[in-house]
């Protein structure tokens, strides 16, 4: 017997629509926005020229939302095929009105695939990667397993581009692009306008993440924690090892020896990678926060450079990408509600650090939606540029 339809937004903590009947009452702005879930605004993207596309993982909490990018941004492809483990094969997915069946992930599973887009988790890339790779595929991949590889490109396209300038689409060569960490994908799409300005030397990021970040079966503990916890019950911690709902704590990466999380570390590593400068100083701590979708980060800069607060504004205003929310006079500034679904990363709290000497520190607040430009929208961009 088949498996019930999953609709391209399936799951209820994605959109927000049918978490009503969990209790919570998620707000409009998660539940908003994509354009492939309205019948009037649905646009097929099925070209008999463009690639064969391929997304693994596509049950996931980035898998579902490659689907909405793609179909958001009109990305031709000639064929797509919904990959994700065995436990889904058969079940059959809505994508842009037509029906597909989600096939289990095997060996074979790239024969003839132009682009995949990856998210099955780091031990599912490190097998297939490079597998579809050889069979001339190029891979865009969601994990951390190639981000720190020298030949794999680390890619956020409005800040490094020309380092995947050499993978063609149609060379018959297949490749590996990393996507970079969605932390540090939200943090540098905001410092490195400022960056090329005035050079910074040192950068102290903290911070605030959401759920999402952790997958889809975190955002449904964090719902029946806060239900569980308003009833007055023991909360389920099946995810989280700790009670997330009306909680902060540090971030679930496994810590390293020098005492730094993993999370933490990607955002000093990949930094120096994109950046390529291997002396610029960053440090960070990462904090998980009961909020359902979207990454908030303070960031603390220091420069080689001066760069007053006013020129940084109005970089930041015409930076690509960004949108500026930094209305001191009535106390509004970014918020992960305000940004979830959304493309833009905001960026407020522009102020000059106090501490330090001039025009030489800064002081900013970033929110984005790490899913999306963290995750599915970064990954369609790197595609897109092959096109
Ligand atoms: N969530 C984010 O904001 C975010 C941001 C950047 C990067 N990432 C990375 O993206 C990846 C996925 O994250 P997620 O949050 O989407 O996780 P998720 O919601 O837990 O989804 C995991 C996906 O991987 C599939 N999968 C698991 N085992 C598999 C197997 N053996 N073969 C094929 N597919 C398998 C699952 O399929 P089934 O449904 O069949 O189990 C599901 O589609 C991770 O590497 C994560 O680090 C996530």
């Known amino acids: 017997m088949n498996s ?19 209790g919570i009452r998620l707000p409009r702005s998660i539940s908003s926005s994509s354009t492939s879930s309205s019948p009037f605004r649905v646009r097929m993207s099925l070209q008999e020229n463009g690639p064969s596309v391929a997304v693994v993982g596509v049950t996931g909490a980035v898998g579902q939302e490659f689907l909405s990018v793609l179909s958001d941004r009109n990305f031709p492809y000639r064929s797509i095929k919904l990959l994700a483990s065995k436990r889904s094969a058969g079940k059959s997915m809505k994508f842009e009105e037509r029906d597909y069946t989600v096939e289990e992930l095997t060996e074979d599973s790239f024969d003839g695939i132009d682009i995949a887009l990856f998210s099955a988790g780091g031990s599912i890339s490190k097998k297939f990667g490079p597998l579809a790779a050889q069979k001339g595929t190029i891979v865009v991949d969601n994990s951390s397993a190639f981000r720190m590889d020298e030949n794999v490109p680390l890619v956020i396209p409005e800040v490094n581009p020309e380092a995947m300038a050499h993978v063609k689409l149609g060379s018959g060569k297949g490749a590996l692009i990393a996507n970079p960490n969605c932390s540090t994908i939200i943090c540098l799409m905001a410092v490195t306008p400022l960056h090329r300005r005035a050079k910074v030397k040192r950068m102290v990021v903290s911070t605030y993440q959401a759920a999402s970040g952790a997958g889809a079966a975190a955002m449904e503990e964090l ?161 897109e540029m092959l096109l």
């Open 223 to 383: 719902v029946q924690q806060t239900r569980e916890v308003l009833e007055g019950k023991e909360p389920t911690c099946n995810i989280f090892n700790q009670q997330y709902a009306f909680n902060l704590f540090s971030h679930n990466a496994p810590i390293q020896p020098n005492g730094y999380n993993e999370e933490e570390m990607k955002l000093v590593k990949e930094t120096r990678k994109i950046w390529s400068d291997k002396d610029v100083k960053v440090t960070a701590t990462c904090i998980r926060v009961p909020v359902m979708r979207a990454h908030a980060e303070s960031v603390n800069l220091q420069f080689e450079n001066p760069l007053d607060e006013n020129t940084a504004r109005d970089i930041l205003k015409n930076a690509p990408g960004i949108v500026v929310v930094d209305d001191r006079a009535s106390n509004r500034f970014p918020t992960p509600l305000e940004v979830s679904n959304k493309d833009d990363v905001a960026v407020g709290r522009v102020r000059r650090d106090v501490s330090q000497d001039g025009d030489y520190g800064l002081d900013i607040f970033v929110c984005g939606d790490q899913i999306r430009k963290g995750a599915a929208l970064n990954a369609v961009q790197i595609a």
């Open 4 to 22: 019930p339809a999953l609709s391209l937004r399936h799951n209820h903590f994605l959109n927000g629509g049918s978490a009503l009947a969990s």
